[in-house]
């Protein structure tokens, strides 16, 4: 995925996925494969 491939970083820290559906999160992370990814609820 662009944004995180330009940036140069590794993974995604997701601040606030409540009120979110979680297979869009979901779908989110596995089109950019992070390697790693943390989300707060």
């Known amino acids: 995925m662009f944004m995180l491939a330009q940036t140069g970083n590794d993974g995604w ?3 606030c996925v409540h009120g979110f559906w979680g297979d869009y999160v979901k779908e989110y992370k596995e089109a950019s494969e992070p ?3 943390i989300e707060e609820y």
């Open 13 to 15: 820290r997701l601040d």
């Open 35 to 37: 390697y790693f990814s």
